[in-house]
Every structure is written in C-alpha cells, then in structure tokens.
C-alpha cells in the first residue's frame, strides 16, 4: 500500500499515464501491493492496468530526468489534478481505497485516523491549491540567493540588505 507521502509523486506519475492514455474517465483502486486503474477511452471504451509500486517509481524517476525547467512542465488535466489530490490527502493522513471521477470532481473513500472516510473533491478546487502552489513555488525560487541576482529584484522581494 501505498504510504500518504507517496500519493503526490504516485498520483503525478499516474496522472501522466492517463493524460497520455487520453483517458477521458477512471477509477483508481489502491490495493496492498499495486494500484488498479480502470479507465475509459475517448471512444467510450473501458480498459483496466495495474501499476505495481516499483513500476510507478520507475515511470517517475524517467518523468523527472526528462524534466527541462526545475519548476516542472505543463502538465495535463489528470497529472495537475492527481498531484493536487495526492497532495491533499497526503497532508489529512488518509489511508485510500478508492478514487473516482464523479461529476466535477473525485470521490475518495478509504480511512482517517481508523475511520471510514468518504469525501468529495472539486476539480475546481484541485485546481485552485494547485495554483497557489505553483506560485509558491516560483516565488521561493525567485527568492533564492542563486536566482536573484540584482539588487532591485532583491529590494524588490523584501530580501535587500542595507
């Protein structure tokens, strides 16, 4: 099974595999030793695949070393989404089942300090954290002493020295 700080990085790399499958819905099923991905073509045709823990790190490790720019690349729907929720779930500690698309939005059900847990999560929302994340992230970069080299930018983002 996989552990809450494996979700984001697990579900990023899963999300890339659908994005590239062009899957246009699915549902995602943790078991104790590989995730089951259940999930519907464009053609409205439905395929299942299971991805062992290794094989999800291996696809990760290849996303990451074919990685550019060091705040990521455009990612697709799912990855973006998947990541977010991963996220999430990561920092609440839940313990998940199952993920599924239903309506604008994930179903997650699984355990939460041992208890049943079943909660909706908007895409819109997914998106929004995923956002403010993502600015997070290009802020601290700008604001580390390797990337801001000038003086204004440094007055600029309140790290100057008189």
């Known amino acids: 099974m996989l552990a809450p700080d ?3 990085e697990s579900f990023r790399t899963l999300g890339q595999w659908l994005d590239t499958a062009q899957a ?4 995602i099923d943790l078991e104790p030793s590989f995730l089951a991905v259940r999930w519907q073509a ?3 045709t439905w395929d299942t695949r299971c991805f062992a823990r ?3 790190t291996r696809m990760s490790e290849l ?3 074919q990685r550019t720019h060091q705040l990521g690349q455009p990612a697709g729907e799912w ?4 990541r977010a929720l991963g996220q999430d779930l990561a920092a609440e500690g839940i313990e998940i089942s199952t993920i599924r698309l ?4 994930f179903r997650v059900s699984g355990r939460r300090e041992g208890l049943y847990f079943n909660e909706w999560y908007s895409l ?3 998106l929004e954290r995923n956002m403010a994340r993502r600015t997070d992230r290009v802020l601290d970069a700008l604001r580390s002493p390797l990337s801001v080299k000038g003086a204004g930018w440094r007055r600029l983002l309140g790290l100057a020295t008189s």
């Open 6 to 8: 494996q979700y984001p």
């Open 24 to 27: 246009d819905d699915a549902e």
């Open 42 to 44: 464009l053609d409205g």
């Open 54 to 56: 290794a094989e999800l």
């Open 63 to 65: 996303a990451r070393s």
């Open 79 to 82: 990855t973006v989404c998947l």
């Open 102 to 105: 239903e309506e604008a939005g």
């Open 124 to 126: 819109e929302g997914l």
